[in-house]
C-alpha cells in the first residue's frame, strides 16, 4: 500500500531574495529540525529566478502542514502569497 505523504508548496513574492534575510535562519532552523526528527523528507527554492518552494513532508496528518504553515517565519512575515499542500501517494 502506498504511503501518502504531503507536498507543500509555496508561492513566494517577487522580491523574496531581497525580503527573506531576517527570517531565513529561522525558516531552515524549522525545517532541518523536522528533517532531523523525520517529519521532512526534502525541502528547497523553485524557479530560477526563485518564485516559491517545495517541501515534502513525511506521512503525516494534514493539519500538521497547516500548523507548519502558520508557524514559518516566512509565512509570518508576508513573503509566502499563497500555498497549497496536496498528499502525495508515493509508490516507488
Given at each position: 500500500m502506498p504511503e501518502t505523504?504531503?507536498?507543500l508548496m509555496y508561492d513566494y513574492v517577487e522580491d523574496?531574495?531581497?525580503r527573506r534575510a531576517p527570517y531565513r535562519e529561522a525558516h531552515l532552523a524549522n525545517l532541518t529540525r523536522l528533517k532531523?526528527?523525520?517529519r521532512v523528507v526534502m525541502a528547497g527554492?523553485?524557479?530560477d529566478p526563485v518564485t516559491g518552494a517545495a517541501i515534502v513532508?513525511?506521512?503525516?496528518e494534514?493539519?500538521?502542514v497547516g500548523e507548519y504553515v502558520l508557524r514559518d517565519p516566512y509565512y509570518e512575515a508576508g513573503l509566502i502569497t499563497?500555498?497549497?499542500a496536496v498528499p502525495w501517494s508515493v509508490v516507488i
Open positions: 505523504h504531503f507536498l523574496i531574495l531581497e532531523e526528527e523525520g527554492a523553485l524557479g513532508f513525511a506521512p503525516c494534514p493539519e500538521e499563497d500555498w497549497r
